[in-house]
């Protein structure tokens, strides 16, 4: 059986934040030193009336146009996020719901840098044992908070969807 990519979807919230931006609030972490150890420039910031499941239902609205796909159709919906809405219900099945995909299997997986790997194996693997045709599989992140000096950042990198078949 061949499975593939078939389309993917991103999606990012408004606000972005640049490294000086960073730096005024977490003055040890000069734009130089964020650049070189991170390699990002800018990031965005989640409004406060975005969540995780926001961010990924959007990307996932996107991939499906993109695969010509009815949320119907997906077998299986994994969100890959260390940064949940809630503890429980799992956040797929809260993108589960503003998506329409009424007939999938979902669950989370917290594999936090990793999980986009993780949830595109997962996804495969759920495809090639014969549970379904099709796996939505998204990554993203909407409340992740670090600690540095006792300052906290919030931060909304870009969620992404792929749809495999």
Not at 38 to 53: K, N, Q, V
Not at 102 to 111: G, K, T, V, Y
Request: proline share 6%; glycine share 8%.
């Amino acid at each position: 059986m061949s499975i593939g990519i078939i389309a993917t979807g991103a999606w990012v919230p408004q606000r972005e934040v640049t490294n000086e931006q960073v730096h005024a609030l977490v003055p040890d972490a000069p734009p130089e030193w964020i650049e070189g150890r991170a390699g990002i420039r800018t990031r965005r910031y989640a409004a406060p009336d975005e969540a995780t499941s926001d961010l990924a239902s959007r990307a996932a609205d996107q991939a499906l146009r993109a695969a010509g796909l009815p949320a119907g159709s997906i077998d299986f919906l994994v969100v890959a996020t260390s940064t949940g809405d809630y503890p429980q219900p799992p956040t797929a099945c809260l993108v589960q719901d503003k998506i329409g995909a009424r007939n999938a299997a979902c669950f989370d997986l917290n594999a936090a840098c990793s999980g986009f790997i993780y949830a595109l194996e997962v996804a495969r693997a759920m495809i090639s044992a014969t549970l379904g045709t099709r796996a939505a599989r998204t990554v993203a992140e909407g409340r992740h908070y670090f600690t540095m000096r006792s300052s906290l950042l919030r931060w909304a990198p870009n969620a992404r969807k792929g749809i495999l078949s």
